[in-house]
């Protein structure tokens, strides 16, 4: 894994103005989750850092960067290829050799849809994304006092609001959030 002070460089290389402010924002909730939630700091701090990487790539150039990094989109990533800076983004940091970590690689490529099975990192870095101070949405004071508190709770009222969000505005939704908030519904009443 580089240095810290290589990954700043080339995620601010990449990554600037109020998109480089949300993912310092990020960084410091991640943190805090991870702290209270018992997650490693070290993959918490790497994986919040450089999450949005891929995020400034417009959509036709993320989806020739899926495809030309080995991914295989789906017909909802092609259709909406924003979902897939996650991916693209951890697929460019394991090519140009930033960050080798498998556990903080998949952190960075679930954090906008989630899915099922997600590990603490994932829910840290889905959840720090979804609450930092910045977002305003309706329902983020629960959300964001829940993550303190019972972080599988609070991710399912995530991926609920996102998906409803969603549906409201009428745009596809990814199989991978459907999946996510099912596993998650189910454990929750084991
Ligand atoms: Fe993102
Ligand atoms: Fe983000």
């Known amino acids: 894994m580089a240095e810290w002070h290589a990954l700043e460089a080339a995620l601010q290389a990449r990554v600037t103005g109020e998109r480089l402010a949300h993912t310092y924002r990020v960084l410091e909730t991640a943190r805090r989750l991870g702290r209270i939630h018992g997650a490693d700091d070290g993959q918490v701090a790497v994986a919040a850092l450089m999450h949005d990487y891929a995020k400034p790539l417009p959509p036709a150039a993320l989806l020739a960067e899926a495809v030309r990094l080995g991914l295989t989109p789906d017909p909802v990533e092609r259709a909406q290829p924003h979902l897939l800076h996650g991916p693209v983004a951890a697929a460019l940091l394991a090519e140009e050799g930033l960050v080798t ?90």
């Open 101 to 190: 970590d498998r556990e903080v690689l998949q952190a960075i490529a679930s954090h906008t849809t989630g899915r099922a099975g997600m590990s603490l990192l994932e829910k840290v870095i889905y959840l720090a994304d979804y609450v930092e101070p910045g977002r305003r949405f309706a329902g983020v004071e629960e959300i964001r006092a829940e993550a303190e508190r019972d972080l599988d709770r609070a991710l399912l009222g995530a991926l609920n609001n996102s998906l409803v969000y969603l549906v409201r505005q009428g745009w596809l939704i990814h199989p991978a959030s459907v999946e996510a908030r099912n596993w998650l519904l189910q454990e929750l009443q084991r």
